[in-house]
């Protein structure tokens, strides 16, 4: 199927701002693009700047039954962790699928074509397996073909509680008794979504405290004998640190080094309190490092060295992870303005390396490495947002991307299409009110 588009305005590599730009569209990829043209008979108009689709990188669907309800009081992280569970608990397959399709809708209305599922919730009440033990993972690759959305599901390994801790209550739901059965059961899953462009089956780590590094190198083998996304959250809390150091006498960058987890096409996420050498392993292996500054700050976890880490060689991606806010606009503009309050300095981060993050960086460390730029030949991923809100009013050609990154939200995105379908039109998604759709899903989940 042929759709021509023209673009008032689009973000072009190598990062360059140009009006009057014609996509075409061949099926589910870029055909051609031809800047400084006029707009061809019958093409779709697109006002304001045309970007390319945006990538979550770190998302916990069934997290987006929390918002608000987790701001009240003081608390903790551990005190969230435990309202978090009570969530976890009271889903179901079906339940998982209604609440993910509505979460996946919001991320489309946020520009969002791609999402990093970091899913970890896989067996029913008591950690007793489903029929399937696949259900909650195929709920959620249903979810996200219902809404629009790509989705590297990645699959995670999840067996103690803390370090030489047993799993209690709610994480049983979470484990698989070890690695080698996580693995049987994750290849069950790869190989039921084998060919299916929109779905990544990738692996995760959950963390130094949940999984025992003598048992790593089989999340690792998955990984490798898939080529696909190993992600891993890492150094979220001092408190992980402070164990993982007691234990094993090194940090957790270090216990992911010496068990073959760090990597190109490794993700760190979170990688908040870092030594010199946790950077100069992460930069040297090129592991890319996603940044959830919404919920990092949310949770009162700090800010992690992002600039740092750019620097000595490790791609930098956005997450929504506890979808206390899903907008990408406003991860990516917190990296540079939590970056600011650390330092009292201002311009660590350009607009346009910011919007990378979002975009390009983000689509390769979830293994979709031909998206995230408007090419011929890539995803044909187009999000659209408006310049002509109370937010973005003003801007320019000279001031679209700033304006975009600094102002923008993710109300201001009015049209969306994702692999050659356009699933969001004048801000409307095509499942219609998604605001209706998660009060609906939400109802029982209230935690």
Known sequence: MHVTYWCEMAWLPPGEVVESVVVGVEGRRIG????EAPPPPG?????????????????HAFHRALRGHTQTGRGSFWTWRERMYAVAEALDPDRYLALATATYAEMALAGITTVGEFHYLHHGPGGRPYADPNAMGHALVEAAGRAGLRITLLDTCYLTGG?????VGTQLRFGD??????????????????????????????????????????????????????????????AENEACVEVYSATPVQVLHDHGALGPRSTAVHATHLSDVDVALLGGSTTHVCMCPTTERDLADGVGPARRLLEAGSPVTLGTDSQAV??????????????????????HWPAAQLLH???????????????????????????????????????????????????????????????????VEDGRHVLGDAGALLRDALAPLRP
Do not use: Y
């Open 177 to 238: 008794g070890d690695a080698e059965r996580w693995a049987a059961r994750a290849d069950d899953l790869a190989r039921a979504h084998e060919g299916e462009q929109d779905v990544e089956i990738g692996a995760a780590i959950h963390s130094v405290r949940a999984v025992p590094p003598e048992q790593m190198h089989v999340v690792v083998d998955f990984a490798h004998r898939n080529t696909g996304p190993l992600h891993a959250h890492v150094s979220e809390q001092r």
């Open 43 to 59: 093409a779709v108009r697109l006002a304001g700047l045309t970007l390319p689709g945006l990538a979550n990188c770190h998302s």
């Open 32 to 35: 051609e693009i031809r800047p």
């Open 357 to 423: 993050a979002a975009t390009a960086a983000g689509q390769a460390s979830l293994g979709f490495p031909d998206a995230g730029c408007l090419v011929p030949g890539a995803w044909a991923d187009l999000v659209s947002v408006r310049l002509d809100s109370v937010r973005t009013a003003g801007a320019t050609k000279a001031s679209a991307v700033e304006s975009v990154v600094f102002a923008a939200t993710s109300a201001d995105v009015h049209s969306v299409v994702s692999g050659g379908r356009r699933i």
């Open 326 to 347: 899903i907008d990408l606009f406003e991860e990516a503009r917190a990296v540079e303005l939590d970056e600011r309050l650390v330092t009292g300095e201002r311009g």
């Open 163 to 167: 370090i030489g801790e047993p799993l």
